[in-house]
């Protein structure tokens, strides 16, 4: 809604509008982090009266939903990035394609396209080319291709709720900086969560 308010009959192409869609994605998501961090600050704060247990193991649950939500929707996110990087590789080896190529906007050939995909071979997938890390089972699901959206909520919410709960202990980063330090988060948060879980269930 944003782009089509900003930039009625613009059309967004080539790097800066990458990154002007890029930041609008990722800009509708701070909000939620601003409730998880509200709710974590209001949630130590001292109440009058007894607070019922379950009422607090509510809080903790919905705590956890709406992490598991902004992870899983950073990693759907980080997954589309991941793919769109590969592609970029392999027009900078000169295999046929340009920038254009990952213009919406200009038709391309089938030449280009099978370009891309030999050099960013998903199922199977190659790690000497390229390697996907964390990313490589939604790609290969093909849920990021799908036009289902209750599929791309449900994939990606799952895979938050799984790898919150686990702490991301059964993750392997590929060795890209932000996909180590994405993994790296993942565990903080899931430790933060769990000791506040811990410290809403010791308080009075």
């Known amino acids: 809604v944003?782009?089509?308010?900003?930039?009625?009959k613009r059309r967004l192409s080539g790097s800066f509008g990458m990154r002007i869609i890029n930041f609008l994605v990722m800009?509708?998501?701070?909000p939620r982090v601003f409730r998880i961090y509200l709710s974590c600050k209001k949630a130590k704060k001292p109440f009058k009266g007894q607070i019922p247990l379950w009422v607090k193991g509510l809080l903790n649950l919905f705590l956890y939903i709406l992490a598991s939500h902004v992870l899983g929707a950073f990693w759907y996110f980080f997954a589309a990035q991941q793919i769109i990087r590969c592609w970029e590789y392999a027009c900078g080896y000169g295999n046929g394609c340009g920038a254009a190529t990952l213009d919406c906007h200009d038709h391309q050939t089938s030449r280009n396209i099978i370009a891309l995909n030999n050099f960013c071979p998903i199922d199977p997938p190659n790690a000497t080319l390229?390697?996907?890390?964390?990313?490589?089972?939604?790609?290969?699901?093909?849920?990021?291709?799908?036009?289902?959206y209750p599929l791309k909520f449900l994939n990606s919410f799952c895979w938050g709720l799984r790898n919150l709960?686990?702490?991301a202990s059964n993750l392997e980063p590929s060795f890209h900086t932000w996909e180590i330090a994405f993994v790296a988060f993942i565990s903080i948060i899931g430790l933060i969560l769990f000791v506040g879980?811990?410290?809403?269930?010791?308080?009075?």
């Open 130 to 148: 390229f390697d996907f890390g964390i990313y490589l089972n939604v790609l290969q699901s093909g849920a990021l291709w799908s036009t289902d």
């Open 27 to 30: 800009g509708q998501y701070l």
């Open 2 to 8: 944003a782009i089509v308010i900003l930039f009625p």
């Open 165 to 167: 709960s686990s702490l």
């Open 197 to 204: 879980a811990v410290y809403i269930k010791s308080s009075p």
